[in-house]
């Protein structure tokens, strides 16, 4: 009985360690609701435009199946989301131009890859051409909605977003050990943040609030302040640069070559552009009894674009992956998930490292939440890459960029 009874605990352990996916999401709601109040009673500062451009995740994979359809209100959009019954994703305008219906609110995706409206049952190709009105024998070409850019990678839906209704000028590339099922999907968490969208990536440009923040122990309490702490080192914040094809070949720099074989380049000199990325690395140490270090990390978080980052985590047990998204819900609400990947022999190891990231993340939206965005910052010189990074974050904006208080005079949100 004894022995059936261990097989039991031990089967149950294992299955919840290799097995067990995380999902962490917390308090969203109350979040949502007490937003507009916690904003009413602070000082926003002098902030840059609320939506960026580039590309934004809506919604993750898993959340929208074959033939279903979502309507995700984002970036001062609202879109419809749908999955035809070939698996292809297309975004458009949620309302119909026709009398105003949400078609992600009841709309139905039919077996041709169309979205039918819910009301008068008009149906729009995922080009947002409408391609059927029952009750008219011809559809003027002018009936349309607007389509928008969209991709699926790395287990995430994006859309493109762009003020002054740009193409795409950069897309967002598969991991390999992702899209090769190499390293398996761990779990995910999801917050919901009132700040503005540039706050939250400048934390990887802020070096110097990282021992303050992050190094108390997260079972350290005033009985036993020395239990544990971490330790964060050898910070580094630096641009990517622009390379041409031929630099690429020549470079000794296998990971380089990786990374950008799948650009597209038709001249060997053509310029490949990555002045949408930014690098940040440091190691992290769990020190126990003021000496030991029991868990060490090699990190690498490249920023891609402005809502996009691709954390990992190099460990003595093998390597992790945390994807960052960060999508403005409204001008000064941000959502925030990060998905984890790990192989899959080190899954019980890879849950602790993402339980122990959600509650140091939570020590950073504690103060989001609450602070005012400074303009001009007093910094000393060792605060110098935070002036950099929000040089190189300006790129993402252009003239025609929503401004808060424009937004706030014409729109009750």
Known sequence: MIEWCVILVVSIICWFGFFWKINYV?????????????????????????????????????????????????????????????????????????????????????????????????????????????????????????????????????????????????????????????????????????????????????????????????FANEMLPNLSHHLWSAASWTLKQSLNNSEIHNSSDNNCKDKLTNEKTEENDEIINNKHRASVKLQHDLIVGGKFSIIHLDIEAEQIGPGYVELNLNSALGPMCILQTVTPIKPLLQRVTHTFFAPLIISPYAKIVFIAECYMFERDIAIWNHKKFQKNPCLVREDRRISEYRRWYSQFYSPSSPKYNDLIKSLDW
């Not at 929208?64 to 035809?84: C, D, I, P, S, W």
């Not at 859309?159 to 899209?179: N, R, T």
């Open 26 to 218: 917390k308090g969203l709601k109350n979040n949502l609701d007490s937003g507009g109040v916690r904003l009413r009673n602070r000082k926003i500062g002098e902030i840059p435009p609320v939506y960026p451009n580039g590309w934004f995740c809506l919604l993750e994979s898993s959340q929208l199946k074959k033939g279903q359809v979502k309507h995700v209100a984002a970036l001062g959009e609202n879109f419809a989301v749908f999955r035809t019954k070939e698996g292809n994703v297309n975004i458009i305008d949620a309302y119909c131009p026709h009398l105003g219906a949400n078609m992600a609110e009841g709309g139905r995706v039919l077996d041709d890859g169309c979205l039918e409206c819910p009301f008068h049952n008009w149906t729009f190709r995922g080009d947002g051409q409408c391609q059927n009105i029952p009750y008219t024998k011809i559809v003027p070409p002018t009936m349309k909605t607007k389509s928008w850019k969209c991709c699926e990678v790395n287990q995430l839906i994006f859309v493109w977003y762009h003020a002054e209704s740009i193409d795409p000028e950069w897309y967002i590339e598969p991991v390999l050990q992702i899209s090769k099922d190499k390293w398996q999907y761990q779990g995910r968490n999801e917050f919901l943040i009132n700040s503005h969208i540039q706050e939250i990536p400048e934390n990887g440009a802020d070096w110097a609030h990282l021992n303050p923040v992050h190094g108390r122990g997260m």
